[in-house]
T-cell receptor, first 111, second 112 residues
Framework: DGGITQSPKYLFRKEGQNVTLSCEQN?????MYWYRQDPGQGLRLIYYSQIVNDFQKGDIAEGYSVSREKKESFPLTVTSAQKNPTAFYLC??????????FGSGTRLTVV | KQEVTQIPAALSVPEGENLVLNCSFT??????LQWFRQDPGKGLTSLLLIQSSQREQTSGRLNASLDKSSGRSTLYIAASQPGDSATYLC???????????FGKGITLSVRP
């Protein structure tokens, strides 16, 4: 079945550590997105990519980095510069904007 | 800048009731609008997608409408069931491969 796979489901980060969240899709979608979800805040866009080797900052990109070397993959790195990284992270993709598909999410906790 | 609002933030109804969830958006130049369901700790599941040229979409007990001129969309749930308890989010899309703008969601509780 086609879909989006996010891994890991749970991730723990120590202070000063960089961590990478994986997002893979087999839907042949061109565009991919990373959202952050906090209680009471709704979903906020971190980064998005409309084609391979190109990406744009969203509303809250500071402290995050991405790459898009393959159409299927859009990993998100949470750097030590992100001071409040504890949140639920969601990856999404679309083809032409005709409906968006989301992964099951990664819950990141700072320990 | 597109803004999406969903009010109220939470809703509790008895089983069997028909209910309407509201979504309003500020920029009527949308490409489409999508309704999602989110269960606690889970990702988003797409319920209905309405293109800008459409007025409504139906899937089973769900019906979503779109009125671009007034900046509103509604999700109608018929004969609600406890299994419908979840958070419902609407998201406006301003263009092909563009970003979605989300409302904060409505947390629905259907009491047996």
């Amino acid at each position: 079945d086609g879909g989006i796979t996010q891994s890991p489901k749970y991730l723990f980060r120590k202070e000063g550590q960089n961590v990478t969240l994986s997002c893979e899709q087999n839907l042949n979608h061109d565009a991919m997105y990373w959202y952050r979800q906090d209680p009471g805040q709704g979903l906020r866009l971190i980064y998005y990519s409309q084609i391979v080797n190109d990406f744009q900052k969203g509303d809250i990109a500071e402290g995050y980095s991405v790459s898009r070397e393959k159409k299927e993959s859009f990993p998100l790195t949470v750097t030590s510069a992100q001071k409040n990284p504890t949140a639920f992270y969601l990856c999404a993709s679309t083809y032409g904007g005709y409906g968006y598909t989301f992964g099951s999410g990664t819950r990141l906790t700072v320990v | 800048k597109q803004e999406v609002t969903q009010i109220p933030a939470a809703l509790s109804v008895p089983e069997g009731e028909n209910l309407v969830l509201n979504c309003s958006f500020t920029d009527s130049a949308i490409y489409n609008l999508q309704w999602f369901r989110q269960d606690p700790g889970k990702g988003l599941t797409s319920l209905l997608l309405i293109q800008s040229s459409q007025r409504e979409q139906t899937s089973g007990r769900l019906n979503a409408s779109l009125d671009k001129s007034s900046g509103r969309s509604t999700l109608y749930i018929a004969a609600s069931q406890p299994g419908d308890s979840a958070t419902y989010l609407c998201a406006a899309n301003t263009g092909a491969n563009s970003k979605l703008t989300f409302g904060k969601g409505i947390t629905l509780s259907v009491r047996p």
